[in-house]
């Protein structure tokens, strides 16, 4: 069992909409997300985000349209502008079409600090991205007060920090400085993860305007600082299994997750509509072990670490004998390397198992100019 304190914080990310029009294939794709995420979800995530760029054009029908559909969500649900919702030059349809608390903000679930924050409101439009000068105060605040707390935080924005001008370097010494483990984004359209060392970036595809791969959303968990993050495309089947700890190697970063606290035990969490009957974890090409739990979609079991870099699966099977299977490379240790930029420049490239294709297809790099 997990006691409540030892939860890892979950949540599910549904890319940038660019809704235009009622009964294209975005608004049918969100529709056909929520209902996955209801079916197979329920109690088992501490919210859905919507990254930015929800409306394209930032109008009252296109936001009426969003609320419709992500109001039926079951999981309470976090939405925060893009450049896109800004388009009117204000967010004032933004506020008034999804019924949502003014931003930035804080939420503190599953032992988190979740930071939510507005990046475009301050701009000019387009692609001018700002924080200003009193919100950068405010979310340095609350950052030292994280800190001082022993908590992990999480920022929410819609693009990378190193978009914002003449405050990249300042916000991008904020976050390696404080206890951020996660900076979870939209913006790019394409799934990517960004290492610096100490904080992971995350960018996932657009459900609109998608260009690379197909439509799905994305699971992340941050487990006693150890981050995860896998794409589910929609069209694949449940159940859905992620390893929250110990962290790939790819995500591995240094303090939050150093080996010393996450190779004694595994820890993964499963979703789907079908109880999980039986779930277990090899290392290498060792023999299947149990694992323990399911409440919640909690799974655990104690874990000898072998000397060296090593191979982890988790497997789950539900009581159809439907199953699915995560599998991470885990190092020996954490690199200590960092490079805190903000940016992509810390991309680590392809992963086609977590559907990361390293093209950074998309109108802010290789692809259209929507």
């Known amino acids: 069992m997990f006691h409540e304190t030892e939860k890892p914080l979950r949540f599910l990310q549904i890319g940038d909409l660019h809704i235009t029009e009622a009964g294209l294939l975005n608004h049918v794709d969100l529709r056909r997300i929520v209902d996955e995420v209801n079916s197979n979800t329920g109690g088992k995530i501490d919210f859905v985000y919507l990254p930015g760029d929800n409306a394209d054009d930032g109008t009252p029908e296109q936001f009426r349209i969003v609320h419709h559909e992500v109001s039926r969500l079951i999981a309470p649900w976090h939405a925060i502008p893009g450049d896109h919702d800004f388009k009117p030059g204000s967010l004032d349809n933004f506020y008034g079409g999804l019924h949502i608390r003014k931003l930035p903000y804080v939420v503190e679930t599953s032992g988190c600090r979740c930071v939510f924050l507005d990046v475009v409101s301050r701009g000019t439009g387009g692609p001018d991205f700002r924080l200003g000068a009193a919100r950068l105060v405010w979310l340095r605040g609350h950052l030292d007060a994280a800190q001082r707390d022993g908590r992990t ?16 370097a300042e916000l991008a010494a ?19 993860i960004s290492h610096d060392g100490r904080t992971i970036y995350a960018a996932a595809r657009s459900t609109g305007q998608i260009e690379e791969g197909d439509v799905g959303f994305a699971f992340a968990a941050v487990d006693r600082g150890a981050v995860s993050w896998r794409f589910k495309t929609l069209e694949s089947s449940w ?34 509509a079908v109880p999980i009957a039986q779930a277990e974890f090899k290392i290498d090409d060792q023999a299947w072990r149990p694992m323990y739990g399911g409440n919640g979609g909690l799974f655990r079991a104690g874990l000898t670490a072998p000397d060296g870099p090593f191979r982890l699966s988790v497997r789950v099977i539900d009581q159809q004998r439907n199953q699915d299977t995560d599998t991470i490379d885990v190092a020996s240790h954490v690199a200590a390397e960092r490079n805190s930029t903000g940016s992509d420049a810390g991309s680590i490239g392809a992963w086609p198992e977590r559907h990361l294709l390293g093209t950074q297809l998309g109108p802010n790099r290789n692809g259209r100019k929507w």
């Open 174 to 192: 904020m976050l390696d400085e404080g206890p951020v483990a996660l900076v979870s984004m939209g913006h790019t359209h394409y799934n990517e």
């Open 239 to 272: 159940p859905f299994v992620m390893i929250t700890s110990p962290a790939d190697r790819r995500l591995a970063i240094a303090p939050h997750s150093g080996p010393g606290n996450v190779c004694r035990e595994v820890r993964a969490s499963a979703w789907g």
């Open 153 to 168: 935080a999480v920022v929410f924005m819609h693009a990378y920090p190193a978009d914002l001008g003449e405050e990249a």
